[in-house]
Nanobody, 128 residues
């Protein structure tokens, strides 16, 4: 059983930075593509960023390009999301997710349906 636990959420102000972390247990983390998604109140869950199992490919939603960076440490079974220059529209519950790709050569997916395991989420509030 694969388990994901996010941490690092909280309240920040516009323009601040925040780093989220997701620790994964069970299975073979180094073979999974990992993603971050978010869900704002009253909105559907949306893709934020993803990283290939090897770390060699990353993909982002346009609204966070240049501000957010996804990274992973396969030795520690963690995937992080560094968020800079935060905006009020970044307020959401942030979820990490695992795509059990088993070293797939394809680009990591941006569709939530491709991810088999999810964390419980961590709240990020950006205040003006």
């Amino acid at each position: 059983q694969v388990q994901l636990v996010e941490s690092g959420g909280g309240l920040v102000q516009i323009g601040d930075s925040k780093r989220l972390s997701c620790e994964v247990s069970g299975g073979t983390f180094s073979s999974y593509n990992m993603g971050w998604f978010r869900q704002a109140p009253g909105k559907e869950r949306e893709f934020v960023a993803t990283i290939r199992w090897s770390g060699s490919v990353t993909r982002y939603v346009d609204s966070v390009k240049g501000r957010f960076t996804i990274s992973r440490d396969n030795a520690k079974n963690t995937v992080d999301l560094q968020m800079n220059t935060l905006k009020t529209e970044d307020t959401a519950v942030y979820f990490c997710a695992a795509d059990l790709s088993y070293y797939s050569s394809s680009d990591p997916p941006m569709n939530a349906h491709d991810y088999e395991y999810w964390g419980q989420g961590t709240q990020v509030n950006v205040s003006s």
